[in-house]
């Protein structure tokens, strides 16, 4: 079974638009991390955040927001004022407690392209 | 102050070869995780190493095997190449399994 799904595989905005990608996950360790990442067409994926589990507070930096809801299982990511640039394959990851701390599980990603 | 990098860029190998791949994490980070992605699908976790031992492993045949060396730097070597195995490998670094990681910029393997 999946332990992070992405459901939406293409996403296309037209540029100042606000898009929302989701993010749905399963485990049953109390304590996990879930992460966002963000590969352009080099490939290299780069970090946007991490959340622990038991932090379940709305975080913002810039045009980028999150929201964790536990109740859900969800983790989505907002970006705001959409830019071109912010065009690339978002990807959600979670890393559970116990044995594999530290092994990420990663969604299949959400293409997102920002049309000028 | 560097980030993970990784060599070679790309690399093209005919089935049946072997293959060995590097990686140097970031300044300061102890662990080093080795993940393969597919065309179009997520990084798969292979393996991750601590203190020159492989710590946990993924759903990947013994074929795929890997070393950290006393400096954190790390190997991933391929035996017996199968056209399927050519994806983006990607490296990542940590300072504890607990904290992000990092990651390279990949080695593109392509198996002819």
């Known amino acids: 079974a999946q332990k992070v799904t992405q459901a939406q595989t293409e996403i296309s905005v037209v540029e100042k638009e606000d898009v929302t990608l989701d993010c749905v996950y399963e485990t049953r360790d109390t304590t996990y991390y879930l992460f966002w990442y963000k590969q352009p067409p080099s490939g290299e994926l780069v970090f946007l955040i991490r959340r622990n589990s038991f932090d379940e507070q709305n975080e913002i930096s810039g045009r980028y927001s999150w929201n964790f809801q536990k109740s859900t299982s969800s983790f989505n990511f907002t970006i705001t004022a959409s830019q071109v640039v912010d065009s690339a394959v978002y990807f959600c990851a979670l890393s559970e407690g116990g044995s594999t701390l530290g092994r990420l599980y990663f969604g299949r990603g959400t293409q997102l392209t920002v049309w000028p | 102050d560097a980030g993970v990098t990784q060599s070679p860029t790309h690399l093209i190998k005919t089935r049946g070869q072997q293959v060995t791949l590097r990686c140097s994490p970031k300044s300061g980070h102890d662990t080093v995780s080795w993940y393969q992605q597919a065309l179009g699908q997520g990084p798969q976790f292979i393996f991750q190493?601590?203190?020159?031992?492989?710590?946990q492993r993924g759903n990947f045949p013994d074929r795929f095997s890997g070393h950290q060396f006393p400096n954190y730097s790390s190997e991933l070597n391929v035996n017996a190449l199968l056209l399927g195995d050519s994806a983006l490998y990607l490296c990542a670094s940590s300072k504890t399994a607990t904290y992000e990681q990092y990651f390279g910029p990949g080695t593109r393997l392509t198996v002819t």
């Open positions: 190493y601590y203190e020159e031992e492989e710590r």
